[in-house]
Structures are given as C-alpha cells and as structure tokens.
C-alpha cells in the first residue's frame, strides 16, 4: 500500500482494536452476570448437592447443552431478528453484542461448573457442621474455594470471545475480524491481514497472561 494508504490504514487498526476490544468486555460482563448464576444453579441443583431439584437441573442443563451446542456463525445469522428488536440494527458493533453474550453466558457457566465441582466436598460438609445455611455456603465457602480457577476459567472465556468478535467481522460487525476480511481477504492485501492476526495474537497473550497471575496471587493468599 502507498503511504497514505498505511496512514489511514493505522487510523483504521486502531479503531478497529478498540472496537474488538469493547465487543470482548462488555459481553464478558454481561454474559458473566447470566453464566455465573446459571453455573451456580446447575451445580448445586444437581443430585446429592445443596437444592438438590431433578426437574429443575434437567432444564437447566438442557439449555446450557442446546445453545452451546450452535456454532457461533450459525447463532450470528439466527439471531438476527432478536438483534434488530433489542438495538435496532443488525451491523456494527452494539449489533454483534447481543449474539456475543448469547454465545458466551452458556459457556461461562460450563466454567463456572466445572470450577465449583473441582471443590473439595468435605469443604461443604465441614460448612454444614458449622451450621451454616445453603447460601452462606455458596458465597462463603464454595464460590472462594473455586475462586482461583474462576478466575482461569473466566480468562478462557474472555478468549473465546476475542475469537468470536474477530469472527463476527463475517457480517460487518466492526473490529480486528471485519478489518482482516474488508482489507485482507477481499482486496488481497496480504500484509494487512499480518497485522490484524498479530494484534489479535498480542491481544490473546496480555489476557491471559493477566489472567494467570490474578489466579496465582488469589491462590497464595
């Protein structure tokens, strides 16, 4: 490209970064706020835990199977009619938000059980012998227990979801996956898709990297 051409072309990797960047945290909030309740209920609704209920852990289970059983492509184009109704707009990136919590809740509380079942039960034990009630021993004896696998398992899903932006870029929802189709793929520029997929590396690696060290310092305390 001329050198007018890479000027414009940095202006654009810079708010495209950003754009991916918003499109992983705020429906990492947002998916955390449904998935971490959702991991929570299925666990202890499970048979032989703390609300021990058949029916009610069939049906949770049952929708955390289905929705995490779409690819994120096929949930992109499927929820395009719920898109419009919720933002107005089925392009850009407060668009790809919407199928982005979706995607992602139904994960988080995947991690959120596995994080929790990982917890050594004679901590629950030793909590009901001191008389504590079924939700004191969720948010003060389990959920701190699992709280540094929490913490890698919530980095795997802040993962997930840089990938999951980059490929939301299919329907031009703005970001590094747009910016890599637009400009790399579709005008062949070579050099261009390099920089998308190195930034999306860079990316990556400060995640989680901040992400093992949070755990590490939560697990010596």
Avoid: C
Avoid at 105 to 119: D, G, H, T
């Amino acid at each position: 490209m001329r050198s007018t051409d890479w000027s414009t072309f940095w202006v654009r990797v810079w708010e495209a970064t950003l754009e991916t960047l918003a499109m992983t945290a705020f429906p990492l909030v947002f998916a955390s706020l449904i998935g971490i309740p959702l991991g929570v209920a299925v666990v202890v609704t499970r048979k032989g835990q703390l609300f021990e209920n058949k029916v009610a852990f069939i049906i949770l289970n049952t929708i955390v199977n289905m929705v995490r059983s779409v690819p994120f492509i096929i949930l992109l184009v499927a929820l395009i009619p719920l898109t419009r109704l919720i933002v107005g707009t089925t392009i850009g990136t407060t668009a790809a938000m919407v199928p982005l919590v979706i995607f992602a809740a139904p994960f988080i509380a995947r991690l959120v059980e596995s994080s929790l079942l990982e917890v050594d039960p004679g901590v629950t034990e030793a909590a009901k012998s001191m008389g504590a009630t079924p939700w004191q021993i969720i948010f003060r004896f389990l959920i701190p227990e699992a709280l540094s696998s929490l913490v890698l398992n919530l980095t795997i899903a802040t993962v997930g979801l840089v990938g999951a932006s980059a490929m939301a870029g299919a329907i031009g929802s703005g970001g590094l996956g747009d910016l890599a189709i637009a400009y790399g793929y579709q005008r062949f520029h070579t050099d261009v898709m390099i920089v998308t997929v190195i930034l999306l590396i860079i990316i990556v690696q400060v995640i989680q990297a901040g992400g093992n060290h949070l755990s590490r310092a939560i697990r010596r305390r």
